[in-house]
């Protein structure tokens, strides 16, 4: 493969790795909980997000692509010690959610070939594993994600045309909407560019040789079309769901994201659905993995030089404490919530490290990219900590 064609399989790579890391069975639950429980005023919601998350990628993709550092040394450099604080976030984080990607893939393939979710979650872990076996896993998994992210939007899409919603109703309230919940702006933005997805993309550009100043537009590109991909399969998937509870029809609370599918193409719908969940279930999987194992290797170099069995026993353990406890709803729920500060703590960390000689040399971190990650930093602050009262029942 020629350099260029490396160069441009690995920024469109890394853009499917965070944005299909992103959409995984938490985000479609959120999608058709918070867009029947707000309506078409969920559209302001999903602007608002999109601003913030492309605010928070723009910083840590240019700063982690400056300094040729991945966040955890950088976050050492900036305060001693801190890099393994976040490390150990991003890990924990990685290793509850994984173990939720599983089941959601189980549950994909329980919708589709109504085999029971631990046999369906063993089967898609092997999948997973498979991604890392050959030689070649960066371009691999840039492909795998790139085909998972087209079929995700193909058939969202479609169901989108099917459910029929009232568009310039969603439009606008997306302008004007009737309540605004703050709440479901820190868990949108927290699951799209919370916890090991913030580094996701930036992390796997580093590792294909795309960094440095020379490379910067490329990696502004691939961020915001990250986001945008993301963005896409939200919108879509909030039309849908809207299209269905504005004519007055009950989400299963059991299984929320799949009613959609399900009211609109009977038993077709379910398998659609389990074609949907399943692919950004599993992408999810492998992103988390490969992320979270990102931030081992400046721990020993023995990680460094075999990550990818580190990566498959990340999947394997996942895969393995699905199947035997289940989902453990209580370390998730904490975890969930430790992932909402986990944002402002790396956005913070980011923002001083811009500015700081040893570790971005001369270059020049653009005012208004600052401004607008401080802004971001200071307002997911005040949000997690009202969303995590709000959680404990403080207030």
Known sequence: MSTLKKHNTAILGAAFLMATSAVGPGFLTQTATFTES???SFGFVILISIIMDIGVQL???RVVAVSKKRAQEIANLVFPGVGYLLAFLIIA???AFNIGNIGGAGLGMQSMFNMSPITGA???GVIAVAIFLGRETGPMMDKFAQLMGFILIVLVIYVVFKSDPPLAEAVSKTIMPDKIDAVA???LVGGTVGGYITFSGAHRLLEAGVSGEENLSSVTRSSVSGILIASVIRVFLFLAVL?????GFALDPANPAMSPFEYILGNAGKVIFGMVIWAASVTSVIGAAYTSVSFMTNFHPFI???KRYFIIGFIVISTMVFATIGK?????VLVGTLNGLVLPIAMVIILIAAYRKNIVGNYKHPIWIAVFGWLIAIVMSILSVMTIAKYLGMN
């Open 243 to 247: 299209g269905v509870v504005s004519q």
């Open 38 to 40: 707000l309506m078409a």
């Open 93 to 95: 984080g990685g290793l």
């Open 185 to 187: 702006i820190v868990t």
């Open 59 to 61: 910083n840590v993709w």
């Open 304 to 306: 460094e030089k075999h």
């Open 328 to 332: 453990p709803a209580q370390v998730l």
């Open 122 to 124: 063993l089967i898609s």
